[in-house]
């Protein structure tokens, strides 16, 4: 029985201030639920989540990592400094990385192992355009994307990484995947994984993301294959973020 995981993606949003208030009320609110938690944070506010998350059930993370270890990248973040604020979590290849900073699958890839080389727990974004889906190429763009990572990195890294399926036409566009359409990809990755090692198929996180809410998250979660979801916009209003939660049971 894989534990349910609620990621919050907060994406370039927040303040000092405005983060005081949605950090405790997630920690408070988290308290009690069968669900893992995480926040995915901007860069700057990595220290405030840890202060403020330190020592309780919600864990932490970033939206993006250097594939380099260190060096002359100017403006770069490595895996050992998310590791140094207490990340758990850093998400690696998110769609708008892909799309507007030229991640292709061999970045993400690299960037997929630094995060294990410092012992962070990658959660692997996949997922296909509008034009795709309506090309009837989900399953094709689905498979390469974790192609990429499999063939560099092995399938035993994915004993330590969590997948989100996250189709880009429901990003951001309060157009969810129905959950069938949901559950059809996401059985489609595990079976991708089965085929090399059934263990760490069955094992493994997969997560949906795209316009999930309080209202439709309970049916989503409830997909045999659908392990809880990364959340973005739900993820800045607590009251919407731990009734995300709180489906995830
Ligand atoms: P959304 O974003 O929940 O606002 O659709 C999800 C994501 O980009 O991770």
Not at 7 to 29: D, F, I, P, Q, Y
Not at 51 to 64: K, P, T, Y
Not at 141 to 169: H, I, K, N, T
Not at 234 to 244: E, M, W
Request: glycine letters at 10%.
């Amino acid at each position: 029985m894989r534990t349910k995981l609620v990621v919050g993606n907060w994406k370039m949003h927040g303040s000092l201030a405005t983060n005081l208030g949605l950090l405790h009320a997630v920690r408070e609110g988290v308290a009690t639920s069968a669900a893992q938690v995480a926040v995915c944070v901007p860069y700057p506010y990595l220290t405030q989540a840890l202060s403020v998350l330190g020592s309780s059930l919600v864990a932490w993370g970033a939206q993006d990592v250097s594939e380099h270890a260190q060096g002359a990248w100017t403006g770069e973040v490595s895996a050992a400094m998310l590791a140094d604020f207490g990340c758990r979590y850093v998400l690696v290849g998110h769609s708008e990385r892909r799309s507007c900073f030229g991640d292709t699958d061999a970045i993400v890839a690299a960037k997929y192992a630094a995060a294990l080389a410092a012992n962070l727990t990658p959660i692997l974004c996949v997922g296909e355009t509008l034009a795709e889906r309506e090309a009837g190429i989900t399953g094709d763009v689905v498979m390469r994307q974790l192609d990429a990572v499999l063939s560099r990195c092995g399938v035993g890294s994915f004993s330590r990484a969590v997948v989100a399926y996250e189709p880009v036409w429901a990003i951001g566009t309060g157009r969810t995947a129905s959950p069938a359409q949901a559950q059809e990809v996401h059985a489609l990755i595990r079976s991708h994984f089965a085929r090399e090692n059934v263990e760490i198929a069955d094992n493994l996180q997969v997560l949906y993301g795209g316009s999930v809410k309080g209202a439709n998250a309970a049916e989503l979660f409830g997909q045999p294959d659908i392990d809880g979801g990364l959340i973005g916009g739900a993820s800045l209003v607590a009251t919407d973020f731990l009734a995300i939660c709180a489906a995830a049971i």
